[in-house]
Each structure stands twice: as structure tokens, then as C-alpha cells.
């Protein structure tokens, strides 16, 4: 392929270097002449590992060159990669303007090509900038449509940087968001021989996961670093825990407590958590990420209780008071929160959950149920449908599969607010809505 890749910065010339060694023909695009430049003399713009020997290895065969001519790099290739620098404004929005003169200078470039041609956005954007910024933008720049001999692509980047040659060669996957169909084949064709899934996607999901990716290291970082603070205050080495720590490939390092959901509770996680951030207290250890996550946990709640409220209907069916389905453990559950937050603001209400149910019967929660929630007890009833009988709207914090099927033959016409995301739920006749889709 002939691909021509605007700005030559971390994420251009690293590709600048590698997409030649795949069999393709690049030519970089900068704004800066010293880029260009030293492109043009087998040198890289930038200082990475392994990136000078491929650069001048590809300026010498041939497959790679650098031009400040905007016009004469999309007229000589196929595919454009747009990688130009995103900075944060004041506002921390990211400034579009180098990604938005460039989508137009090859927009009215594309105006005079016949050809086809696949413009894709490498530069880090907010969900939404390529297919309603851009796209728009270079449609009235090339006087014609996506679709239309013109594809429009979002794929982001995952190097980085001090690896990034080594990233480039064993991608995690490689995402793929495009406008149209045949935007995936041509990033599929021009990564050919890289190992990794290829994912296809729409451009805002893909935009979507480059955000989350970043935030999330952030956080992994911040984690280890308060959680070794603290060990080390408490005269260990954290290093050695996190270690261990990391070995658990089930419960940490893996998929698990990574789906959007309702809030976490239960016996043991707030327990620790708050034990935490006493440990660290008394140390005098500032822990302002972990301390962060119970406000984060409450305001989860808030968020249900407004969204239950938000239409006006008063009568509600609850599934699910225990902290998770499965058990009938309803200590710090933030289901029982949230019955307590509609209870106190007038809601009427019935419950289901058959293990608190059954436990209660059994004596077995007894205690803990005259207690703490004598008022929530009365609520609770024997049958799904003795609970969805009257009620306008279905509040699901957890229901099983029983339970589902009561809720599906009677939800016509209701309201579902759906705190746990059962699939069957969202085309049952009810007008529904879950708490994070
Ligand atoms: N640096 C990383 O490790 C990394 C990783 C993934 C994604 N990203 C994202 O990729 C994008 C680029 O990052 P970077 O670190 O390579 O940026 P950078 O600042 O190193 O490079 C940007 C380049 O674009 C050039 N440029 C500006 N306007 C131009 C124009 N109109 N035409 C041609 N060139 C122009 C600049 O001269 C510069 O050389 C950003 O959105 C960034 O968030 C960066």
C-alpha cells in the first residue's frame, strides 16, 4: 500500500519506521522542516528504541520519504494516517485544531482525486469527534460522502513510548472503528502479518476504549502506588505484595469487577476498604484514590435513586436486596441503600429476593433482619408476581432466571430500570433503561 502519515511526532514516526518493514510505501507529512527533514536524511524525530536503524533502513530501500507537500503525499497514496498532537485546551477538552486543519487540507485535496482513499484518525479524541466532527468536516471539504470512493476510519494507537517499536510488532489487539464497511479491510489488509485480534467496532466505541485505556493505567498506577505507601508504612515491602497480588489472574488481574453495574457492598469489600484508609490514617498517609471510592460507591446509589425518579411513577417493584445474587447477605448492601432512599422519599414498594426470603424463613437472617431493616422486612414478599402486581416500575437489582421470566410476561407498559443488565429484560414490551447503557 501507499500511505502517507500526517505528523511526525512519537506515534508518526514510529510508524513511519515499521508500516515499511510490512511491504508498505510511507511518505510523512509535518508542518515542522527539521521533521521532514531528518526523515529525509534516515534519521528519526524522535529517540525510541530500535527506531533510527528501520527509519534509515526503509529511507535506503526506497519506501520511505518526508515531504512538507501536503497535496503531493495524498495524491501518491492511498491511506492516510492522521497523528498529529491533540493537547489539552484549558479545559482539558483536547484542542482539535491540528486534526481538524488536516482532515480539511486532505479533504479538498481528495476533491480533486478520483480515486479511492482511506483517511484514518490515530490522534487520541473524545467518543464521538470522528463521526461527528470530522466527518462532516471532510465531506464538504472532498464534495462527497463517506461511502463514496472515500473511507473514514478511527483506530487507536496503544504504544508506548520507550517500547513503542517492540508495542508496534505484538499490538494487544488492534481496534478498528469505521465509518464504513470498507474502511475495516483496508486496516485489516495494511496490518497484515502483526499478531493480535482484529477487532471491528464503530468509531465511538473504539475512540471510547482509547479514553478508558489511559484512565485505567492511570488508576493501576495510582493503586500501586498508595497501596505501597501504605505497606511501606506499615514497615513492609510493597513491591512483594503486589507481586502476589498480581499472581491472582482470576479475582485481579483479569475481566472480573470490570462490568458496569451497580454499586459494590456486602460484608467485606467496604469493611476493607474503610479498614484501608484507617491504616493509612493513622500512619499519615494521604490515600486520596482509595479514599475516593466510597463517595464514588454513593453516588452510584444516588444516580439509581434518580433515575427510578425521575418520571414521576411512585410504585415499585425491587428485585434484589441481598448485596449480590446468590446470597442473602444483606450487610452494607446498596440495595438496601437505595429501598431506604425511595422508602424515605415517599416511593411505595414491594420486594423480591427468594434467599432473603427463604433465609428469613429458616431463621437464619432473622436477627439481622428485625435488627437492621424491620422496615424493608414488611415489604417483602413470597412471588415475583405478588411484587409486580400494581407496580409502574421494575427496579432490577438482581432477579434469577424465574424471577425474569415473571418480569418479562408482565412488564408491558412499566418502566424497567435495570441496575444489573439481564438481556432478556430490554425488548420486553417495557419502556427500560439501565443504569450504565
Ligand atoms: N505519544 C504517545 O505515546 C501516544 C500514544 C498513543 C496515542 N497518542 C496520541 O497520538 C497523537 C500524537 O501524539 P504524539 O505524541 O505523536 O504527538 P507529537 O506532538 O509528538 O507529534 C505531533 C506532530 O504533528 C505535527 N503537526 C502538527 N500540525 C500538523 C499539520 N497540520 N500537518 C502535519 N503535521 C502536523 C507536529 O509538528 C508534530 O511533529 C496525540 O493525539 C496523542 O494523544 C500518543
Redesign the pocket.
Known amino acids: 500500500m501507499k500511505i502517507s502519515i500526517?505528523?511526525?511526532?512519537?506515534?508518526?514516526?514510529v510508524s513511519c519506521a515499521c508500516l515499511p518493514e510490512l511491504g508498505h510505501e510511507v511518505i510523512g507529512?509535518?508542518?515542522?522542516p527539521l521533521?521532514v527533514r531528518m526523515i529525509n536524511d534516515g534519521q528519526s524525530?524522535?529517540v525510541e528504541e530500535g527506531i533510527n536503524e528501520l527509519i534509515a533502513c526503509a529511507v535506503q530501500a526506497g519506501r520511505l520519504s518526508a515531504t512538507e507537500d501536503?497535496e503531493a503525499a495524498i495524491m501518491g497514496s492511498e491511506v492516510s494516517l492522521i497523528?498529529?498532537?491533540?493537547?489539552s485546551k484549558p479545559n482539558y477538552e483536547?484542542d482539535l485544531t491540528?486534526v481538524d486543519?488536516?482532515i480539511e487540507?486532505i479533504g479538498r485535496v481528495l476533491a480533486k482525486k478520483p480515486g479511492a482513499h482511506t483517511v484514518v484518525l490515530?490522534?487520541?479524541?473524545a467518543p464521538g469527534t470522528t463521526q461527528d466532527r470530522l466527518q462532516p468536516l471532510l465531506e464538504r471539504a472532498a464534495g462527497r460522502k463517506v461511502g463514496d470512493r472515500l473511507s473514514l476510519v478511527f483506530n487507536?494507537?496503544?504504544?508506548?513510548?520507550g517500547s513503542?517499536v517492540k508495542d508496534f510488532h505484538q499490538p494487544p489487539q488492534t481496534v478498528i472503528g469505521s465509518v464504513d464497511p470498507e474502511g475495516y479491510a483496508v486496516l485489516e489488509a495494511m496490518y497484515q502479518g502483526l499478531p493480535g485480534a482484529f477487532v471491528r467496532t464503530d468509531c465511538k466505541v473504539a475512540e471510547s476504549v482509547?479514553y478508558l485505556c489511559n484512565v485505567f493505567h492511570a488508576m493501576k498506577i495510582v493503586f500501586a502506588n498508595e497501596a505501597g505507601s501504605v505497606l511501606k508504612a506499615c514497615g513492609l515491602d510493597g513491591r512483594e505484595v503486589m507481586k502476589i497480588f498480581c499472581q491472582d489472574t482470576q479475582l485481579n488481574i483479569s475481566p472480573a469487577y470490570l462490568r458496569p453495574g451497580f454499586a459494590f457492598g456486602g460484608s467485606c469489600l467496604p469493611k476493607e476498604v474503610k479498614g484501608f484508609l484507617t491504616l493509612a490514617r493513622d500512619r499519615d498517609v494521604a490515600v486520596p484514590a482509595v479514599a475516593g471510592l466510597l463517595d464514588s460507591n454513593e453516588a452510584h446509589v444516588k444516580t439509581a435513586y434518580r433515575l427510578i425518579a425521575r418520571d414521576g411513577r411512585r410504585r415499585v417493584a425491587l428485585f434484589g436486596l441481598a448485596f449480590k445474587p446468590g446470597t442473602d447477605d444483606m450487610r452494607d448492601s446498596p440495595l438496601v441503600a437505595l429501598a431506604e432512599q425511595l422508602l424515605g422519599k415517599g416511593f411505595e414498594m414491594r420486594i423480591f429476593d427468594r434467599n432473603v426470603k427463604l433465609s428469613r424463613l429458616l431463621g437464619k437472617n432473622k436477627e439481622f433482619v428485625e435488627r437492621e431493616i424491620p422496615h424493608l422486612d414488611r415489604l417483602l414478599l413470597d412471588s415475583p408476581e405478588a411484587v409486580l402486581d400494581q407496580a409502574e416500575i421494575i427496579v432490577i437489582g438482581h432477579a434469577d432466571a424465574e424471577a425474569r421470566k415473571a418480569i418479562v410476561s408482565r412488564a408491558k407498559d412499566k418502566r424497567i430500570v435495570d441496575l444489573s443488565g439481564y438481556a432478556e429484560l430490554r425488548d420486553c414490551g417495557a419502556q427500560y433503561e439501565g443504569i450504565c447503557w
Open positions: 500526517f505528523g511526525l511526532g512519537y506515534v508518526g514516526a507529512v509535518d508542518t515542522n521533521k524525530p524522535v501536503l497523528s498529529v498532537a491533540t493537547p483536547p491540528a486543519a488536516v487540507s490515530r490522534s487520541t479524541v487507536p494507537e496503544f504504544l508506548r513510548e513503542s482509547k
